[in-house]
T-cell receptor
Framework: KNEVEQSPQNLTAQEGEFITINCSYS?????LHWLQQHPGGGIVSLFM???GKKKHGRLIATINIQEKHSSLHITASHPRDSAVYIC??????????FGEGTQLTVNP | GAVVSQHPSRVICKSGTSVKIECRSL??????MFWYRQFPKKSLMLMAT?????????EQGVEKDKFLINHASLTLSTLTVTSAHPEDSSFYIC????????????FGPGTRLLVL
């Protein structure tokens, strides 16, 4: 079993829909990242959080440390949001352990 | 946010040659840099962690003599794939972070290596 599990693996939505991607982890962590990887391969760090909730534009990330669970929400989704979204946790030091990613496709 | 660049973005080389990939932090001092490898439709795999001025720490199964890492300054780390083989073809990504333990890692745009 992976230490970091994401769901769903693939997600197709219509433009404007509210999207949720989930991440569960099995061990104690110091922080969690949500990353976005576009088809060209480049990775952008969307959020790093260790408690509560963060919001940036149409993106919202939440984390529940007790339940070892985080969610990434996208409101009013747009085709340009199509990408792979990756959850990564910091277990010790600075090392990241990655989930398998969620491929999101938003159709116009 | 902070910017990390990688060069080259794409490289094609012949089997047996060596390829150097550069990772630079453009607007901050990167005390730690990470090198990852990514296979198609797979997640990132950490290859090694390098701290400025010291030897890199390699993950289990990663050959340090094949993947040479140098982190000579606070803004530059290099990964050299020596005697490249077709199975080394992959997407290589670096990330960098500053001094504070909890600081965000900033990722480079990646380098796609194809070994013929």
């Amino acid at each position: 079993k992976n230490e970091v599990e994401q769901s769903p693996q693939n997600l197709t939505a219509q433009e404007g829909e509210f999207i949720t991607i989930n991440c569960s982890y099995s061990v104690g962590i110091s922080a969690l990242h949500w990353l976005q990887q576009h088809p060209g391969g480049g990775i952008v760090s969307l959020f790093m959080l260790s408690s509560g909730k963060k919001k940036h534009g149409r993106l919202i990330a939440t984390i529940n440390i007790q339940e070892k669970h985080s969610s990434l929400h996208i409101t009013a989704s747009h085709p340009r949001d199509s990408a792979v979204y990756i959850c990564a946790v910091i277990l010790s030091g600075s090392r990241l352990t990655f989930g398998e990613g969620t491929q999101l496709t938003v159709n116009p | 946010g902070a910017v990390v660049s990688q060069h080259p973005s794409r490289v094609i080389c012949k089997s047996g040659t060596s390829v150097k990939i550069e990772c630079r932090s453009l607007d901050f001092q990167a005390t730690t840099m990470f090198w990852y490898r990514q296979f198609p439709k797979k997640s990132l795999m950490l290859m090694a962690t390098s701290n400025e001025g010291s030897k890199a720490t390699y993950e289990q199964g990663v050959e340090k003599d094949k993947f040479l890492i140098n982190h000579a300054s606070l803004t530059l780390s290099t990964l050299t794939v020596t005697s490249a083989h077709p199975e080394d073809s992959s997407f290589y990504i670096c990330s960098a972070k500053g001094r504070q333990l909890q600081e965000t890692q900033y990722f480079g745009p990646g380098t796609r290596l194809l070994v013929l």
